[in-house]
């Protein structure tokens, strides 16, 4: 099973070009989908998750067109939006089960009861499901956001920016918890913490207003980057007044710039070849 994008394009009032004719194939297992702010990551989930329409273009999933078998994409879908909206006063036990038997998910309400407190064991908030919702810290709520993006044992996966605003601890339990799922499924994550991806995802995409910069592995993203990295430590006013440099990045290291800087080339003026990572890549995709 796999995920094929086709010259999707999606122009909003205003001209907004949010999807420019972005083409890619996502194969089963995590994806990363890494854009900074307004690169268009969730007007392609939206997309993918049949909620919107594009101006042009095909995704398929597997031999089945999802763009005109809406209806039934969405039974093999699980979604997790960016902004999830209000979170209701009513316990995660009686929201998860309202919401797997608008799935059609169960046998009854016994069997749905069942499936639901499994789902809610294995996302950790068995302890806590007859609490409110409303009252769950932020990693909780994305963890109930899991649990119902994995009613109903969906093909396709896809999360928008699941980890904004966690601590490292809920991130490092929702990295856990998502790449359990992701081995036998079409999972998506949409995110602008380059970390994330480099954590759990096999394979990614870049994408920056609107178009596809890169596709591939991260380890792939940072080998084409081999030999073309340079940085320097220097002092403030050294740093401005560098000219002429294609710069990356520039980092404090205990107050120091350090600047890392993109040539073909040695650049000279002290510059040391240095080990390329993803933020490398992600950089010198999106300037
Ligand atoms: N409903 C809309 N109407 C008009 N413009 C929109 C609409 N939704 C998004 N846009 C614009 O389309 C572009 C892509 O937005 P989108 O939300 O897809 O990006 P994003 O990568 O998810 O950003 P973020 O990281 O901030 O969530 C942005 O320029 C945004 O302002
Ligand atoms: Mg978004």
Known sequence: MQLSIKSLTKTYPGDVRALDNISLTIPTGMFGLLGPNGAGKSTLMRTIATLQDADQGSIMLGDVDVLRNKAQIRKHLGYLPQE????????????????????????????????????????????????????????????FGIAQALLGDPKLIIVDEPT?????????????????????????????????????????????????????????????????????????????????????????????????????????EGFQCAEPNLEDAFFFHIQ
């Open 84 to 143: 999830f909206g209000v979170y209701p006063r009513t316990s995660a036990v009686s929201l998860l089960t309202h919401l797997a038997s608008l799935k059609g998910v169960g046998d009854g309400a016994k069997h749905r009861r069942e499936i639901v407190d499994a789902l809610l064991f294995r996302v950790n908030l068995y302890d806590v499901r007859h609490k409110a919702v409303a009252t769950y810290s932020g990693g909780m709520r994305q963890r």
């Open 164 to 268: 904004a605003g966690l601590d490292p601890g809920e991130r490092n339990r929702f990295y856990n918890l998502l790449s359990e799922v992701g081995e036998s499924v079409v999972v998506i994550l949409s995110t602008h913490i380059v970390e994330d991806v480099k954590e759990l995802c096999q394979n990614m995409a870049i994408i920056h207003r609107g178009q596809l910069k890169f596709n591939g592995s991260p380890s792939s993203a940072e080998a084409s980057m081999r030999g073309k990295i340079w940085s320097r430590s220097m002092s403030k006013q050294e740093l401005r007044d560098l000219q002429g440099f294609r710069v990356l990045s520039t980092k404090l290291i205990e107050g120091r710039p350090i600047v890392r800087v993109f040539s073909d080339a040695n650049p000279g």
